[in-house]
C-alpha cells in the first residue's frame, strides 16, 4: 500500500519568506508527528496530532512554527518569516492507534533557506 | 544534553561477519526502545524494537538486547550484507512516563558493510 508522502521534497526559501510543508500519512493511521532533522543529527521532535487534534507541541522551535491537520488527515507544517536556522529536512510521520510506537517515516521535505 | 547517544558515527565491517551498533540513554523514563535505518534521501524505516520489560527481540538477522541497569541497548545484524550499509538510528520513548508524545533519537550509526 501507499507510504507517507511529504510534498514538495526539496524547498529553497529566501531569509523571511513563509513556507508550507504538507503530508500525506498513511491512510487510517491516526497519529500523525513532524521531526526536524539537522544535517548530522537524528530527527527531533516538533509536533504530534491524534486525529485532528494536537495534543504535544513541545518541541516546536519558536512560535514562528505553526502545524494543523483539520480533518485528521493530511497535515500541513507552516513556518513564518523562515531564517538560517530553520534549514534542515522535515521528517512527517504517522503510526496506527494500536502500535503507538511503530511510526512510518515519509522520505522528508528539505528546506533551503538562503 | 543528548538523551540517546550513539557514540559511533560510523562502523565497517565484512560480508557475512557480525554488525553491532550500540546506544546509550540517560532518560531512565524511556521505556520503548527502536531501531530505524535510514537510506539517503528516504525517511528512516523501522526495523526492531523492544520494549523495557525484556531484554532481547528477534526479527530474523536482526536482534535488539537492552540493558537496563547499564542504560544500554544494541543492534546485532547477522550475517551482514551488502543492502545493510545504511544509517542506523536508536530511538526512545517515556510515553508510559509522562513524557513527550514523539521519540527521541540519536544522531546515527553509518553501517558500511564491505564485499
Known amino acids: 500500500g501507499a507510504g507517507v508522502s511529504q510534498s514538495p521534497r526539496y524547498k529553497v526559501a529566501k531569509r523571511g519568506q513563509d513556507v508550507a510543508l504538507r503530508c500525506d500519512p498513511i491512510?487510517?493511521?491516526?497519529?500523525l508527528f513532524w521531526y526536524q532533522q539537522a544535517l548530522g543529527q537524528g530527527p527531533e521532535f516538533l509536533t504530534y496530532f491524534q486525529n485532528e487534534a494536537q495534543l504535544d507541541k513541545s518541541g516546536l522551535p519558536s512560535d514562528r512554527f505553526f502545524a494543523e491537520r483539520p480533518e485528521g488527515s493530511v497535515s500541513t507544517l507552516k513556518i513564518q518569516r523562515t531564517q538560517q536556522e530553520d534549514s534542515a529536512v522535515y521528517l512527517c510521520?504517522?503510526?496506527?492507534?494500536?502500535?503507538?510506537?511503530?511510526?512510518?517515516f515519509g522520505p522528508g521535505t528539505r528546506l533551503t533557506v538562503t | 544534553d543528548q538523551q540517546v547517544k550513539q557514540n559511533s558515527p560510523s562502523l565497517s565491517v565484512q560480508e557475512g561477519r557480525i554488525s553491532i551498533l550500540n546506544c546509550d540513554y540517560t532518560n531512565s523514563m524511556f521505556d520503548y526502545f527502536l531501531w530505524y535505518k535510514k537510506y539517503p534521501a528516504e525517511g528512516p524505516t523501522f526495523l526492531i524494537s523492544i520494549s523495557s520489560i525484556k531484554d532481547k527481540n528477534e526479527d530474523g538477522r536482526f536482534t535488539v538486547f537492552l540493558n537496563k541497569s547499564a542504560k544500554h541497548l544494541s543492534l546485532h545484524i547477522v550475517p551482514s550484507q551488502p543492502g545493510d550499509s545504511a544509517v542506523y538510528f536508536c530511538a526512545a520513548s517515556a510515553l508510559r512516563g509522562g513524557g513527550a508524545d514523539g521519540l527521541t533519537f540519536g544522531k546515527g550509526t553509518h553501517l558500511i558493510i564491505q564485499p
Open positions: 510521520a504517522s503510526s496506527r492507534a494500536q502500535s503507538f510506537y511503530e511510526q512510518y
Open positions: 491512510s487510517g493511521h491516526v497519529s
